[in-house]
Each structure stands twice: as structure tokens, then as C-alpha cells.
């Protein structure tokens, strides 16, 4: 019998309405055969009203405690959905993640799954029940509670549809699919049909939050056939995320990012010699703040200028950092700016076609947009703008590449 994973997202359980809405979804999937394991986010903006109450508490909520707080929003969200599927006449138990046994290592607040445990599910699934997952949360093997990181609910999804081999992965959230560019941001955004898992990787770590980063990573290594879908709408189309095949290659770019949450420190007059740049990015590396783009300019006089990239939730642990560094290593000072965006062009298609990143200097030098760093990957073009431009450099990006007369195409 096939078995499908169903993950339902914060706005579409994000009142009593869309409870029952969803619902209804389930009961009918239920009643037209197989098994179905539904996974659920906490309700549109409880995760962040719960994060908001520890704060009044304390400036660094103790994570252990900050982990048994938030996880409460997806457990709300399990029970009730299961109450109401109750009321319709199709049976469902709600299972938390310690119930489920998903192992997780003990790092608070961005735990990663260790392992799964599939009996009691399978146990469920066996008496005909459907079984409702609240996401977002694992378990570590002394028994606390720990989270797996924002937007982690489709991660639990997937990991779940990897061990359980499930015939499919259906996210159902408030867009109708993964778009050329946010549609929330971009109006002239179309859906795509489909998209490989390298190009969605890419795109969701540079911003599009539509699918967490690492539950592309494990529908990846897993092979798990992952569709976006809409849970407002009745439109069955969405999108398939999978492998990349010949089609796929021929469209040169098949999104446009936008990545507000990022800051830029740069270490003025730092001495250039081997060892530096390992004595700065150790500390930070250790701190677990993820380093995205990093460029180094030296100067005539010897001494080098630093800059790198970095998340705004981390801006002022990565200072303290980098200053503690400067000190010892002699650097003239630190600098930095938390209002800059990074807006990056993807797609499989650039492995084989040149002057891609050229356009896109092009496209934004026109519209007077200022470059303040670029890199590139096989697949990507990122560039880094002040905050202000970031969405208009989205739009006249997606204009050029993804518009009615696209920008080298046919090359
Ligand atoms: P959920 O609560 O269901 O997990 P999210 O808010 O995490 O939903 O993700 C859906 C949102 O992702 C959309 O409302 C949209 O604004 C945003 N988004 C960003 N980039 C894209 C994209 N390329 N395609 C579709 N949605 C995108
Ligand atoms: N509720 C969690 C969050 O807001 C997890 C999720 O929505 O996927 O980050
Ligand atoms: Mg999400």
C-alpha cells in the first residue's frame, strides 16, 4: 500500500478554519486508500510569540529551556489537527517528536537528526490510523527535548518520508509551488514544474525559504521524491523537485534569490602572511556561524583588507570574535554594516554557457545598483547590494533572465 508524507506549514494550520480545511485534505486523501503521515508546523506566528516571551525573560534564553518552550507550538498544532480529524471519522493519533524516537544530537535550537525509529509509526499506520507528526522537533538520548532549526518542520518531513521509503514527500504550504523568484516579491514570478535537487539547494540556501536547505539535502542523498504544493488551492499541479535530466540543462537560469538576513565585516590592515586568515575563521568556524562569501584585497603596502559575509542573527557574536582576533594579530580595525542583501542567479544551464555573470553586472549597473562583492559556483551567481536595492535588484534580475525576451537565450 503506497505511503505518503504530507507536511502542512504554519499558515495553512494558522487558525481554526484552516485546521478544519486541512483536515478535510487529509480525510479525503484517507478515505481514497493508503497510509498517510502528516506532518505540521506550529500555527503562523507562534514560534516567534513563544521565542518573543523567553526574551522578555532573559537577553540568551538557556537553549535546553528555550528548546521545551518553542517545541510547544508544533505539538498545539498536532493535537488539534488530530481532534478534528477525530470529528470528521477518520482515526488519527498525534505523535511528538520523543514518541517517535527522533534521535537528534543535544545542539539546541539547530539539532540534526541522528536517527528515526520507525516502529511505533508503522504500528499506527498498521491498525489504520493516520499518524500526525509535530515537526521542528527531535529528542536526544538523555531524553531532552531539542529543536532542529527555523523552518526545520519539512525537514522532519523528509526525514521521515526517507525512512519510511514513502512513495512521496508533499509539502503543502501558501504558494502553489517553487517560483523563478518569490512571487511574494517578484510579481512576474511563474511556478515551475520542476527543478533538480542541486538548483533547489542552491536556491534555498541563498533565500528562498520555500524549502529548508537541509531537507533538499536529505530528499537528495535519499532520493525522496519531494512536490511544493498549494494547501489553499485545489490545483494539483505544484512542483517536483528530483534529478536533473536533459531539459533541465537547457534553461539557463531557473531562479532569482534574495537574501535579507545578511550583515559584512571587513578587518582593515591585516599583515599579509600564511596562518591569518585561519587564526580569524577558526574561532568563528568553532562558533558555528556559517561564512558565506569571503574576499581579501591586498594592498601596496603589504597589509591586506578582509571581508566576509555572515547571517545578522550572528553579527554580534562574529564581532566580539573578530575583534578578539584584531587585537591579537595586529589588524588597523574593524568595520561593518548589517544592511546589505545578497541576490544570486541560479541554474543548472550555466555549467555550459558563458557571460551569464557578465549580464547580470550589466543588468545592475544599468538600474545603478552598486556591487559590493561577488562569488560564483558551477551553478550560481551571487552578488552582495545594499539592503535598500535588494528587491528591485531581484525584480530587474528576473526582467532580464526569466522575462518575455530573456537575456542570452538561444546561446
Ligand atoms: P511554510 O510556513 O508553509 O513552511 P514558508 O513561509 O516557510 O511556508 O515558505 C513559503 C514562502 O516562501 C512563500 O510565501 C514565499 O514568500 C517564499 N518564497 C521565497 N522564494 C520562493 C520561491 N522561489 N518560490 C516560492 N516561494 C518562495
Ligand atoms: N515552527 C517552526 C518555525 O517557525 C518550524 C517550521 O515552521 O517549519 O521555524
Ligand atoms: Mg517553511
Redesign the pocket.
Known sequence: MALIVQK?????VGSIDRIKAVAERVARAYRSGGQLVVVV?AM?GETNRLLQLGAQLSDAPYPRESDALVATGEQVAAALLAIRLHALGCPAVSLLGHQLRIMTDSRHGAAKIKSVNCDRIERVLGTGHVVVVAGFQGVTPEGDITTLGR?A??LTAVALAAVLHAAACE?????D?????????CPK?RRLDRISYDEMLE?AGL??????LRSVELARRYNVPLV?KSSFSEDTHGTWVGREDQAMENVLVS?V?LDQNQSKITLTGVEDRPGLAARIFGPIAEAGIVVDMIIQNAGADGRADLTFTAPRADLKRALELVRAVAGEIGAAGVRHEDQVAKVSIVGVGMRTHAGVAATMFKVLAAEGVNIEMIATSEIKVSVVVNAKYGELAMRVLHDAFLGENPALAGN
Not at 8 to 12: A, E, I, N
Not at 171 to 175: E, G, L, M, N, S
Open positions: 502542512y506549514g504554519g499558515t495553512s508546523s503562523a523552518g518542520s519539512d509539502i503543502y504550504t501558501d504558494v509551488g517553487v517560483y523563478t523568484a518569490d512571487p511574494n516579491i514570478a536556491m533565500g528562498a525559504k520555500v524549502l529548508q511544493v531562479g534569490t
